[in-house]
T-cell receptor, first 115, second 114 residues
């Protein structure tokens, strides 16, 4: 069965600190897709990134970076030089092509960035 | 430029009342989903519609029904509301059922059952 674990329930940092949000997944499928979504205090869910299982290249987008490691079944998300606007709940999610109409979400990590 | 529109945004019901949550999209997406979000549990899939004319149960379907009215609209009905259904409900769409497609979410409906 598929499973996504975000062990960090809440993280609190001071502005400009770097922070890493952990995501560990379980799946028996060889082809699968991993996602990160952001839910700011306003409540909407915003797609951030998708990685395919066959592409382990790390990705950087501005202050955001993602580290995908199949050997440890992890897809971690790092925010460099955090800002107050990064305060949100972040969800890691997993889907595949066999049950592709279903996406499994982790429980989320709430990030507080203090000024 | 609406994307995914959910109505209403807030609702308070009494136990036993019925209600329909509406979801409409203008993205021309084929697949639509209903989730509930509860503290510490992430998003759990209630029902989904992989394409127009089909609906299937998700992880937590009990107490709910759905209707895919047309390609644009996917409604969620609570026939006899219970306090355990107090939650935030999100509608989401995908271009198609492919696993590589990201989901696009509405702003949510905050539902309280007294």
């Amino acid at each position: 069965a598929q499973k996504v674990t975000q062990a960090q329930t809440e993280i609190s940092v001071v502005e400009k600190e770097d922070v890493t949000l952990d995501c560990v997944y379980e799946t028996r499928d060889t082809t699968y897709y991993l996602f990160w979504y952001k839910q700011p205090p306003s409540g909407e869910l915003v797609f951030l990134i998708r990685r395919n299982s066959f592409d382990e290249q790390n990705e950087i987008s501005g202050r955001y970076s993602w580290n995908f490691q199949k050997s440890t079944s992890s897809f971690n998300f790092t925010i460099t030089a955090s800002q107050v606007v990064d305060s949100a709940v972040y969800f890691c999610a997993l889907s595949d092509d066999t049950g592709g109409f279903k996406t499994i979400f982790g429980a989320g990590t709430r990030l507080f960035v203090k000024a | 430029n609406a994307g995914v529109t959910q109505t209403p945004k807030f609702q308070v019901l009494k136990t036993g009342q019925s209600m329909t949550l509406q979801c409409a999209q203008d993205m021309n997406h084929n697949s639509m989903y209903w989730y509930r979000q509860d503290p510490g549990m992430g998003l759990r899939l209630i029902y989904y519609s992989a394409s127009e004319g089909t609906t299937d149960k998700g992880e937590v379907p009990n107490g709910y029904n759905v209707s895919r009215l047309n390609k644009r609209e996917f409604s969620l009905r609570l026939e006899s509301a219970a306090p355990s259904q107090t939650s935030v409900y999100f509608c989401a769409t995908k271009r198609d059922r492919g696993g590589n497609q990201p989901q696009h979410f509405g702003d949510g409906t905050r539902l309280s059952i007294l």
